[in-house]
C-alpha cells in the first residue's frame, strides 16, 4: 500500500480559493497543479500558465509563512492574468500589479534581501543597497548597470552599493 504525503499547501488552499474568487476566475486553485523543487537557487517560483502549472521553492517551506503565501500569490496571479487576458499578457505588467494588490500584496518582481529566509541558498551573493532610500536587491553576480528606479524618479543618480555577501545575508545575526 503506498504512503499518503501530506499536502504541505493544505493549510494555504482556502486562501488560494479567496484570491481567485477576488480576481473573478473561480476555480482557479483547482486547475493549478502545485510542486515544490528544490532546483530554485535565486528565485521563489515559477509559473507556466498555460499549463496550469506553479512550482515553489522548496526552502520557502521552512521559511516564513508569509514569505510562501506572498511567493503562492505571485504565481497564482501570473495564472489568473493569463487566465483573463490571455497570452499577450506582460509577466509583471498593469493585470498582474492589479491582481496582487487585490490580493494586499505589493506588486513587485523581486523580493526585498531582508525578508528572505536564513537560509536562502548562498548563490545570491551580490547585495545592490541605495545609500540614499536604503532600497536592497541580491543577485549571483554584480549589476553594475542596476540604478535606484525611486531615486532616478526623483531626479536622482540611483547609483548602488555593491557588496558581496558571505553564506548569510547581511543584517542578520
Not at 43 to 48: D, E, F, V
Not at 95 to 120: D, G
Amino acid at each position: 500500500m503506498k504512503a499518503e504525503i501530506a499536502d504541505p499547501l493544505a493549510p494555504h488552499r482556502d486562501r488560494l480559493a479567496e484570491w481567485a474568487t477576488s480576481w473573478g476566475v473561480s476555480g482557479l486553485e483547482q486547475r493549478l497543479a502545485i510542486t515544490f523543487s528544490g532546483r530554485f537557487r535565486s528565485s521563489l517560483g515559477r509559473c507556466a500558465p498555460a499549463r496550469g502549472e506553479i512550482r515553489l521553492a522548496s526552502y520557502l517551506l521552512t521559511g516564513p509563512t508569509e514569505l510562501l503565501l506572498e511567493a503562492l500569490c505571485h504565481e497564482a496571479a501570473h495564472a489568473a492574468a493569463y487566465s483573463l487576458h490571455g497570452g499577450r499578457v506582460r509577466p509583471h505588467g498593469p493585470e498582474w500589479r492589479e491582481l496582487m494588490r487585490t490580493a494586499n500584496y505589493e506588486p513587485r518582481a523581486r523580493v526585498p534581501a531582508s525578508l528572505l529566509p536564513e537560509h536562502f541558498p548562498a548563490s545570491a551573493r551580490w547585495s545592490h543597497r541605495c545609500p540614499v532610500c536604503q532600497a536592497s536587491r541580491v543577485a549571483h553576480r554584480k549589476m553594475t548597470r542596476w540604478r535606484c528606479a525611486s531615486c532616478r524618479r526623483l531626479g536622482l543618480r540611483g547609483e548602488l552599493v555593491i557588496a558581496k555577501l558571505g553564506a548569510r545575508i547581511e543584517g542578520r545575526s
